[in-house]
């Protein structure tokens, strides 16, 4: 039984909380937030106590602990895990300062804890199914990838100007995904995005309609087009185009009802929001990390990955504020965790 | 090159005249109807010839005779022409009154010419395509049969009241389907059906809404559900399910456009009617007649097939009216004609 | 908080225990099996307590139970539970002997407590959906209704001698589901099947392969079809055809990878089973009547409910046996609970 | 009845030919081509005369003139019929040397004959589908595009060399087809590709695998990805995402069949080429043609058009050199031909 210290009690605090109580092998024994209150509710429903400081945390018998807060407490808890030993379970990003991601980074090289950065996409069964046809040799050589990630609403305005903008707030998943899905990291980018939603969202420096390519070294590309807001809820699709064949990971409808009538057919569309759709990876992810944390040898996103997709953002960021193709500079810490050589779900 | 002489220059006619002239191994050389102005309007666009009566065209160097005319002139026209030993193919169905169709039968199976009767659905590509799937072994052996069969809108009453009813005049091709799909006859009819579409078709002494069980010696069992009248165009519809897994000549829609937009996806629905959707089938079972008009030993729906799917039609039509499970009875004449072996689109 | 005790801790028994763990209005107080090990295990997995015997569960405090034991246990379970005036959620069927589902029907037409019985695909989404698009209006009026019902594999030998049949075990959810769809008993059933599937099921006495045709009062019409085993998973799938348009619950795939390669698309199949894909409807039902216990006015499938379907259920099997159509007599207690009025999910 | 004289007889030739002598409106009176063989056997075929030099169809009475010959010889053949004032239906491209095309582009607008390019893309009826969804305002505002065009094999290494390149010869359709179905001329292009497909079609130059994006004044943009090879068969798929929702034309598959079987769906896949899939849209084109040549106000594929695509693929192919985003430079002769104004199908 892994014991469990959660910190943050907001929308994906619940998530995390409630699987880490269903899970056969976890349990949640702390829960801080800065709003007590928000963290006794969670305890309360969940049957676990409430966590006066960190340190707190640092000092008990928990055996792993999921970062769940606000983004800007992210890299100060990670620190504070690493020195006292706590596996981690970490919310995307690491930080918005690159900067300080770097610096986590070079801590976590000296501890050998199992870090999970929250890119739950990698556990999703059908993306999970084309990454397998590609790992299969089925499609050949990866030639051509195509990922369209679109929200069904743009977030509050409030939240755009402290999010980091479109790449590092919602395009992220896909850095993270491309580079799992191709094995292989891309080399260059080019992006272009403008306002097409809001231009509230332009006026706070931001894009909401984006289309970028990256390209491997292998000579492989990948497109990638993002918007802040659909017609017709969330809207996420991959492809994989090899030398001998394709794969596809289709948008997922809500349900399989069809009407006919008159001359067209009309089906169940798409989930209304990402979490709808995304909302069973969460458990499989926590359960990857239970995995890991009981020793066994399995891939899961880890801090190095998460930096890797935020490297990709800023050189997307730049690309997009020259209008030129930008090479994305890496950055590697001795970092040499056993766990972080491969990237499997 | 084949020399055709066509009789019948209606709806119909004008498809299979068009055909022949289009085929690179035919042309039309006469044209028979007994509205002279369409044989005239038909043949001018053609290039074709008036024929002045049958005994014309009986008479001339014409090397096969294509049967386009109303149903109650088939089999007076089919006895000619055997008489005459052209070739002939020949809309369905053969007559209305089944004795008529032995008497013709009976003269058949003295000639050695090819006859193949009009039912095209077997040159159907999609139900081609799920025959060779049971004929390869892949599905196993067949166990139950799905056929959907429903036209847009009803024809006219006073068709209706000479058409011979639903099961002579629209099941029957399913009749004739069933057989070709299965390789095997079938044994045994529940039929039930009634008047929901449009009351006078039951004033008519017709149902428009049928659904049947049909049985064969195998064990395997065919459903066939059949209306006069739908909200969205064609539907037609075959499933075989076998031992070992299940082939769908699927619905097929009209167009690959969608349509994402709210809660819905808005897809192309079905063609708008039968024609929209067969009419391809014409060209290709006008070809497999070529070819056995040539000698190729190429399999078709042959006399006996029209015959049988007579059989079954009355079969049903007992049942209907005494609401009980009728046996079929088939009449064998001493018919031997080699490519009435094997019915291979 | 309604506190449940549950009988039975088998398969079904253990989605139930951990569904009324997680419901929010719910707890698990109680389990009873005549397999101690077996219930002894599910209440430490749960925080239940063991009860030694029926007895001291009416006289327990509990708010309601759950019959999940056994088929020939649950008229004893119902009587008892009625006397204790005890809600009860009931596992299908009622029992094998349609005598004493009568007697139990008597009795419960004494109480007012809410009785659900266990036809969970009537929470199902998918055909939820159609019956909505019935019932709207959107469709016009019923004319046809389609059920495909197909699991993969036939259980064991042993089983088919006691489950009462083909009919009264697998058919009978769909004998449900069309009273349910078609707000409207079906008053006639003419059923045909065999042992197609395994020669061992026709020597126990059962087919495993068969059609129906059911007709309402109304004039529409009901097919259904049924198999033991099929080669590519669990199969449902239901069609209705008004005279308006025509809505499809189809068949869920098991996830919406596709593959691309030479002349073929190769996607994901279908579920491996009932359970994979029926399993959130449990959840549902419970959902469902937890808020009836609580005393909202909510539609759910009832005794009668179950009662009728068996009815359907012994009409279907004298017509297996006869080869006859059947007309299906319904038996009518005073019974006359508010709750028995409507059957709404 | 419209007299045509036609350019070429290979095998885009024998289509054309083909359409005119089917089309009811149309005659084919004269062939001419450089290898008077296949003149001969094209006019036998199809009742036509051989001319014995482009001179003496220019001084025929034809209404109107078909180029279908190698590409080097459009610029000569439409400036001979522009001077005769015959009515052109011409093969794509216009010529490989843009400096030739606005010689032509500056002749033609002192003449108001139809000219037709060969987007034949524009008369397909699922692209026109999705265009009339933008048009109708159903989508709201245009604000990404997505075109996929990937051809089963390349073509010949010795055809590669005179080709112009990937995307004067493939992409250059679709240079076309965003400009039809946006109703908007682009402004930027940024192209990356490379030989992944062979690496002789490196060593001549080329590239076969691309990755586009175009942007609109508008602020919408436009991503192209092009393959000269496929592991399954033909692939042109197009997606309009609007303001309101988005319109896709699905890549068409070649049936309906589907085979259920193990844990898999295999169904129909794509056509073999962009011939099987295109080959219904020559007929289209050149009903459209007739109907201008008729004087009807109809809108296609006009010079203009053509040579707007041929700009743009200059300009992709700088950035592809370069790359670096493209200004796309458009030139203007004082064409003015009323027709040149719209371009609907």
Redesign the interface.
Known sequence: MIKFAQFGAGFIGKIHGANIA?HPKSELAYIYDVYPAAAEQLAAQLGAKIAASPQEIWDSDVDAVLIASSTNTHADLLRGALKAGKPIYCEKPIDLDIERVKVVAQEAQKSDVPILVGFSRRFD??HV??RE?LQSG????L??M?ITA?DPKPPAIAYIKVSGGQYRDQTIHFFDMLRWLAGEDPVEV?A?G?A??DPAIGEAGDVD?S?L?L?FAS???C?I?C?R?????Y?ERVEL??????????????????????????????YPGWFERMEPTFYRALDAFIRAVEGEEIAYPNLMDGLKAQLIAEAAIESLHT???VKITYWQPEYDSPISKEYLP
């Open positions: 269903k069964p059908n199914g084309i046809a089925e499609l050949g050589k030639e051509m195509h679109r080019y272009t403008t097409l939603v309609t289309m390519i390209k000579g492989a590309m497109h087009n918007s807001r659909t017609g017709y809820g809207d185009f090899g030398s001998k064949g394709m794969a596809v990971s289709h948008r997922k409808p809500r349900g399989e009802v069809s009407l006919y009538k008159g001359e067209s057919v009309v089906s169940d569309g798409m209008n030129q193709p």
